[in-house]
């Protein structure tokens, strides 16, 4: 530690290692069943609920497994609140997403909190890589989450990657298979929402030629097939009750029984599950086993969105017109004003949505920088307004002429390919076909090729 002319205290980390530097934030708990505790929690961001695996455990039976995120922005603190039970107020307001002041008085349960950002520094490691398998990412967000899987990549440790929909959680999981000593193995995937309720426990364990009716011969379950390689099993939240226990038995065993079979199998297998809801919030409602989840969440971690880390948008744009042009005839490089218009979007979709804009862009043109907006030559905005039809018959009419429009130029710049056209509009093979049959169109699906 060293001491600068105002007094701050700062960590000296190795010369060979990235570092973030972040504020301390004291948290004093003033009223509840942990009253006259302080605590000081590392920054950037500390997790408070009554789960053993948060920064500050509470007493408090009022307040969820995960109650409150802090989060450092620059000088303030963020108060998230990421869906729990009894809810958050800062100074009498209750709030999902606020900021705190230095003498707010925040009330989880009935547990009070007082916070302080401390001018105490800590050091927290960061990956001195932009990309982790297929993550990318320069913003400290992303560089620590690659910090903490490239140091549990080598082991055999069960990970629990939390995150929303199209924020990277299966490259997260296959970039921990690449970089493991099971790279040579299997990487498979399970889907949990996929299967009906019936057959996940074959799909996942196995079956015996006979087991139920269906079963023609004997299979292979997922377990057994990623033998000596990684089992990812994808929306784990959606896993029934009553298999639940059954996992746990294999997780804890190494050992699977397929349908059908007495005896059980020896598998070796690494799991990293994924979840786009939180689980402690499933267990708290008793939709999941709190054994299984401490068992899966050995090292949790959450993918930030889009909307966290808009700082990468731009190089992820970038990796995405290099990735979509070559699929795209006579596709034009996107102009920085197209790229700093994608940056300045929320993308609720995350980057699975940003794909889908930016392959859009190549095949469509990238629009014009906005100039002064055009008076529009009537009160109708230049719409094809006809009072002599009803509001909604005349909403419908100007939706299909738009949409007729639309796959007419799609198709076009696609030379007719109906999966390329599809995926440009976001929307799925089946339904373009619909629309191109609906409007008399033409279009093949000659030359199509696997989605990137």
Same mark, same amino acid.
Not at 368 to 396: F, I, K, N
Not at 430 to 451: C, M, N, Q, V
């Given at each position: ?86 809810? =958050? ?185 994924? =979840? ?137 710049? =696609? ?18 076909? =619909? ?18």
């Amino acid at each position: 530690m060293s001491r600068s002319d105002d007094g701050t205290l700062t960590a000296q980390p190795p010369a060979d290692r990235l570092t973030l530097r972040s504020h301390k934030i004291r948290v004093e708990i003033v009223q509840g069943p942990d009253a006259g505790a302080t605590v000081e929690l590392p920054g950037p961001e500390a997790r408070i609920g009554s789960d053993p695996g948060c920064d500050l455990q509470l007493k408090d039976r009022m307040v969820s497994r995960l109650h409150l995120v802090l989060r450092i922005e620059r000088d303030r603190i963020r108060v998230i609140d990421p869906g729990s039970r009894n809810g =958050t107020t800062v100074d009498g307001v209750q709030v999902r997403d606020a900021y705190a002041r230095p003498d707010s008085s925040i009330l989880i349960g009935s547990s009070a909190l007082r916070l302080r950002m401390l001018s105490t520094i800590v050091e927290l490691p960061i990956s001195s890589l932009d990309q982790f398998g297929g993550l990318l990412g320069r913003s400290v967000a992303m560089r620590r989450i690659f910090a903490v899987l490239e140091r549990v990549a080598p082991t055999d440790t069960t990970l629990l990657i939390e995150g929303e929909s199209g924020t990277g959680k299966e490259l997260a999981a296959r970039g921990v298979h690449e970089a493991s000593a099971r790279a040579g193995g299997p990487f498979v995937v399970f889907d949990c929402s996929t299967a009906s309720s019936a057959l996940l426990e074959s799909e996942l364990f196995g079956h015996k030629k006979g087991a139920f009716t269906g079963a023609l011969e004997d299979r292979v379950g997922m377990f057994e097939g990623a033998d000596g390689g990684t089992l990812f099993l994808d929306e784990l939240g959606e896993l029934p009750p009553d298999l639940q226990p059954k996992l746990l038995r294999a997780l804890e065993s190494g050992e699977v029984r397929r349908v059908g079979f007495n005896k059980p199998r020896r598998v070796d297998v690494r799991v990293i599950a994924a =979840t786009n809801r939180s689980l402690a919030r499933a267990v708290e409602l008793g939709a999941f086993r709190e054994d299984l989840y401490y068992r899966l969440a050995v090292v949790p971690i959450r993918l930030p969105s889009l909307r966290e880390r808009p700082e990468d948008i731009p190089l992820l744009v970038r990796h995405l017109e290099q990735q979509l042009a070559s699929r795209i005839p006579g596709a034009a490089p996107l102009p920085e004003h197209v790229v700093n218009l994608f940056a300045e979007q929320s993308w609720p979709g995350n980057v699975r949505e940003l794909r889908n804009a930016v392959a859009r862009a190549l095949a469509l043109g990238a629009p014009e920088p906005a100039g002064p907006a055009p008076q529009p030559p009537s009160g109708s905005g230049g719409l094809d307004v006809r009072l002599d039809e009803p509001l909604l018959a005349g909403r419908s009419r100007v939706a299909r002429e738009y949409e007729k429009a639309y796959m007419e130029l799609a198709l076009k710049q =696609t030379g007719g390919n109906v999966s390329q056209a599809a995926e440009l509009a976001g929307i799925g093979r089946k339904f373009a076909y =619909t629309l191109i049959h609906r409007f008399g169109l033409r279009g093949s699906d000659e030359g199509s090729s696997d989605p990137v």
